[in-house]
């Protein structure tokens, strides 16, 4: 579960620097390069927080079985059991955002807050200099944005729908695909819960942060509609021909 492997990432971080994952992030990454991007948001913050929200109501018990048996699942699989405890913990982190305390939380791979031009600036200190700032060398790029997955065949029983596009990873990078077409070939990044993404093409130098408040993308569908227009825009005016449209 994601959470889980949060934990241990953030234990991880704590036992070689000494230090928390908010702490750590702030001192190595964000501090340097001037970002508004927190793990675990501090007091002084507070006012800027947005809040988020979700249009409609949350799935039914019904829904979800209905949706398991689209996929060839039910209920009592054990893959059925795993996607409902992610469901859970995703549900859990969501709310918990509603509060203070949830905020100030420091969880690894649920709990960045910031805007889109600091998931930009990060993007881009991938995969080139920022003020000075270079967070990965050119060939720890290559590597993370090697895929690791194609190969991957779908675990049984799992029947995944002609009109859905399996998720494809490098080295904890997304890597894009029909549904997550990012900057084409080449490019990387991750999709976050509800619709958020950030996404770097190391050949065209671009690198893109987007953020929302409304909850909306599960990414198990085409593409958010809303990254449609603006997507297409930057793949014109980059000159980028390889897209995944």
């Known amino acids: 579960h994601p959470l889980t492997y949060g934990h241990l990432v953030g234990e991880v971080v704590r036992r070689v620097t000494g230090a928390a994952v908010g ?62 405890a992610s469901l859970a913990e995703l549900a859990s982190v969501t709310g918990a955002f509603r509060s203070r305390q949830g905020r100030a939380a420091e969880i690894p791979t649920a709990g960045g ?64 695909r029909p549904g997550l077409p990012m900057l084409g070939e080449g490019s990387f990044g991750h999709a976050g819960a509800g619709g958020r993404l950030g996404m770097a093409h190391p050949e065209s130098g671009l690198a893109v942060g987007y953020t929302c408040t409304e909850m909306t993308w599960d990414g198990s569908q085409g593409p958010d509609p809303r990254w449609i227009p603006w997507t297409r825009a930057i793949h014109r005016a980059a000159g980028l021909t390889n897209g995944l449209w």
């Open 23 to 84: 702490s750590f992030f702030a001192a190595e990454v964000a501090g340097p390069l001037g970002l508004d991007l927190w793990i675990g948001l501090p007091p002084h913050e507070e006012h800027r927080f947005v809040r988020q929200h979700r249009p409609g109501a949350a799935p039914t018990p019904e829904e979800i079985t209905a949706a398991l048996h689209r996929v060839g699942l039910t209920p009592d699989d054990r893959l059925a059991h795993s996607l409902l």
């Open 113 to 176: 807050i910031g805007n889109a031009r600091s998931v930009a600036r990060l993007y881009a200190a991938l995969i080139g200099h920022v003020d000075g700032v270079r967070l990965l060398s050119p060939l720890t790029v290559e590597r993370a944005r090697a895929p690791c997955t194609d190969h991957l065949p779908a675990p049984a029983p799992l029947r995944r729908p002609a009109h859905t596009h399996p998720a494809r990873f490098g080295l904890g990078f997304e890597l894009p």
